[in-house]
């Protein structure tokens, strides 16, 4: 029906919003750069089995649940990592060129994605889509290092509105 494709991406919404937080603590515990290693590895396996394992509409709810938890598990400790690793004053501009880097990225895959579905189907879109993935896993783990400790912290432990003093 007209509705099912909103609620799919609600489902996405739900697992970003409830594995979000989650994901963030582990990269704290564990590491960033293994979080993002990790799900980088795990969207490209999902996207490669999705064209074989999407057989029924609530298959899709699920495949894309898990799809939208990897990009939590992936994106947060990204962005850690990234602002880690340049002094504050140059921040702003490392985000910006993530963010173009990024657009740059969607627009040439929509390209190369729309050439590849008229000759090989969904099969090519997804395996092009894991290749990038598992690409961007690779670069990840050979160029970026993971920071020793944090380059600054405000408080031990951050919080969202200051204590007030009476």
Do not use: C
Request: glycine residues 12%; aromatic residues 10%.
């Amino acid at each position: 029906n007209k509705y099912h494709i909103a609620s799919m991406y609600f489902a996405g919404g739900i697992a970003n919003v409830t594995m979000g937080p989650q994901m963030g603590k582990w990269s704290d515990k564990i590491g960033r750069k293994p979080l993002i290693i990790a799900s980088s590895l795990g969207m490209a396996l999902l996207m490669a089995l999705t064209s074989l394992l999407l057989t029924t509409l609530w298959l899709g709810y699920i495949l894309y649940f898990l799809a939208m938890t990897f990009v939590a598990m992936r994106m947060t400790p990204l962005q850690a990592l990234l602002t880690a690793m340049v002094p504050g004053d140059r921040r702003g501009t490392l985000l910006s060129l993530t963010v173009g880097v990024g657009q740059l990225g969607s627009g040439l895959g929509s390209a190369f994605a729309g050439a590849l579905y008229g000759t090989y189907g969904f099969l090519g879109n997804s395996l092009l889509a894991a290749s990038a993935t598992l690409l961007m896993g690779l670069l990840v783990w050979r160029f970026l290092p993971e920071p020793q400790q944090p380059t600054s912290l405000l408080t031990p432990e951050p919080r969202v509105m200051p204590e007030q003093s009476n």
